[in-house]
């Protein structure tokens, strides 16, 4: 399939399908993290199921930001006093004491990525540290072959900054870019000069990160089809690696700091498909392989030749080449996953510092994947990521049948075929050009814990 033919846009299926559901970023999804299961029975669990001989991925969540970007929704804490980012540290790094206890083992960390917030919050010599401290308690590579990545924004990143993170071990970066457009930067609180980021990306190509990262928003205020292409064709010319075209949802009512952006002032919803189409076919135009949902990589990438060769991976990181990694997670209110278990850390930077100072850990709600879980979850992740299915294979690991275990699901799947959104044929499922956009909705239909023929206000939408 060439890279033109690998998505195409219907707008009739768009309509019809376009209901809210999951990421799946995991499954069962953070919406079931809510079992009962008390913290000591989670970390009991994952350490038992944990496969010791398996390399690691480790997240380390640094909530802080200077400023306040009114459309998101990331769990942060906005102080311009950098003094408040010391204590975090100091109970971070009790917290990772007691992880590297419980999983660091002979496993070698092939992934490691620093989200937040904004991590180059914290300064030159606290990010020093706090690499020094990863390595202490977890075996780091030192061969520059593993994905060390970090998210940047280019207001917070110095010259000496980068520099830094290369020196620390970091290969790739993600910058937060969303809109190049002054008006739209305006409205959602975050003016960033198109100088600006392409003076982190010169630096980072000197310096010799081997990836590069731009995240883009659609659907923020006075985004119009016209504006949002002059900003793909200015994000185009620099030429990242890889793009993320997210959507906007707009939710006031869950996310304080999104009241201050006027509905009024949000594109329609047909102007928004607007721009999501146009931008789809720029970056196809522009040589880019449509990964899956929201991200965009060049043919080269990690990300497409993994895809390509059916190897590609989906986890709370988002994409990824690891599928063999444990997923251990640090901070506040970060996911790790741990053989047959997910768990989460307290959501408030208050609750999560005391159980750390209490109990080494802040683990607060999870789930332990069963039977079912692990089938299901297998099933979804082929489909999200690879865009096909090979029944046989799923027989073979789980030792069913696909079809009669499957029954219920088969009139949704045949309703998918009957649509175009799918091939079906006694061997596999095939998802179409047209279905890849919607594949959320696709996996939907093997989610245990959405009701048949529902959609769940819990999730934003797909498109």
Same mark, same amino acid.
């Given at each position: =399939?060439? &890279? ?35 913290? +000591? @029975? ?80 914290? %300064?030159?010599?606290? =990010? ?5 401290? /990863? ?13 060390? %990545? ?16 290369? *020196?620390?071990? #970091? ?14 930067? *305006?409205?959602?609180?975050?003016? @960033? ?29 006075? @985004?119009?089809? &016209?504006? #949002? ?9 620099? %030429? !990242? ?29 047909? *102007? ?54 444990? /997923? ?17 850390? *307290? ?6 510092? @005391? ?16 039977? +079912? ?30 079809? &009669? ?13 009957? +649509? ?25 239909? #093997?989610?245990?814990?959405? !009701?048949?023929?529902?959609?769940? &206000? ?6």
């Amino acid at each position: =399939m060439t &890279q033109q033919s690998n998505v195409s846009w219907d707008l009739d299926l768009i309509r019809r399908y376009d209901l809210a559901g999951p990421r799946y970023t995991s499954y069962p999804t953070a919406i079931q993290f809510d079992s009962g299961l008390t913290a +000591d @029975q989670l970390i009991a669990a994952g350490r038992e199921s944990a496969d010791v001989n398996a390399p690691l991925s480790l997240y380390v969540h640094i909530p802080f930001c200077a400023h306040v970007c009114y459309y998101c929704a990331c769990n942060k804490v906005i102080t311009r006093n950098r003094k408040k980012a010391q204590p975090y540290l100091d109970t971070l790094y009790q917290e990772m004491d007691q992880l590297s206890q419980w999983y660091r083992g002979d496993r070698t960390v092939n992934q490691l990525h620093w989200g937040g917030g904004t991590p180059t919050f914290i %300064s030159d010599e606290q =990010m020093r540290e706090l690499m020094a401290a /990863l390595r202490r308690n977890f075996n780091l590579r030192d061969d520059d072959l593993g994905d060390y %990545s970090i998210e940047i924004d280019p207001r917070e990143a110095g010259h000496d900054t980068l520099g830094v993170l290369r *020196e620390i071990g #970091f290969n790739r970066i993600s910058l937060g870019v969303q809109d190049v457009n002054l008006k739209v930067q *305006e409205a959602v609180n975050r003016v @960033q000069p198109t100088e600006q980021t392409r003076a982190v990306l010169d630096r980072s190509r000197e310096l010799g990160f081997k990836s590069i990262n731009m995240d883009l928003i659609y659907g923020l205020p006075h @985004q119009t089809e &016209q504006s #949002f292409e002059e900003t793909l064709d200015t994000v185009i010319a620099m %030429s !990242p690696d890889r793009l993320s075209v997210f959507n906007y949802a707009h939710l006031p009512d869950r996310f304080r700091s999104q009241k201050h952006i006027r509905a009024e002032d949000l594109p329609s919803a047909e *102007e928004k498909l607007a721009i999501l189409q146009n931008s789809i076919n720029r970056l196809l135009d522009a040589g880019y392989v449509y990964i899956g949902m929201d991200h965009f990589a060049k043919p080269d990438d990690e990300l497409a030749i993994a895809q390509q060769s059916g190897k590609l991976h989906r986890n709370f990181q988002g994409y990824t080449t690891h599928a063999d990694c444990d /997923l251990v997670a640090m901070g506040v209110s970060a996911i790790s996953q741990i053989g047959n278990v997910y768990y989460q850390n *307290e959501h408030d930077i208050s609750a999560y510092s @005391q159980a750390v100072l209490q109990q080494q850990h802040a683990v607060k709600r999870g789930v332990e994947l069963n039977f +079912d879980d692990h089938i299901r979850r297998a099933v979804i992740t082929e489909l999200i990521c690879q865009f096909k299915l090979d029944k046989k294979a799923v027989e073979q690991r789980f030792d069913i049948d696909f079809d &009669q275990y499957f029954a219920d699901e088969q009139e949704e799947l045949l309703q998918f075929n009957s +649509d175009g959104l799918v091939h079906l044929s006694p061997t596999g499922i095939e998802v179409t050009p047209a279905g890849r956009l919607l594949i959320r909705r696709i996996c939907m239909a #093997f989610d245990a814990y959405i !009701p048949k023929k529902q959609h769940s &206000q819990n999730f934003s939408r797909i498109i």
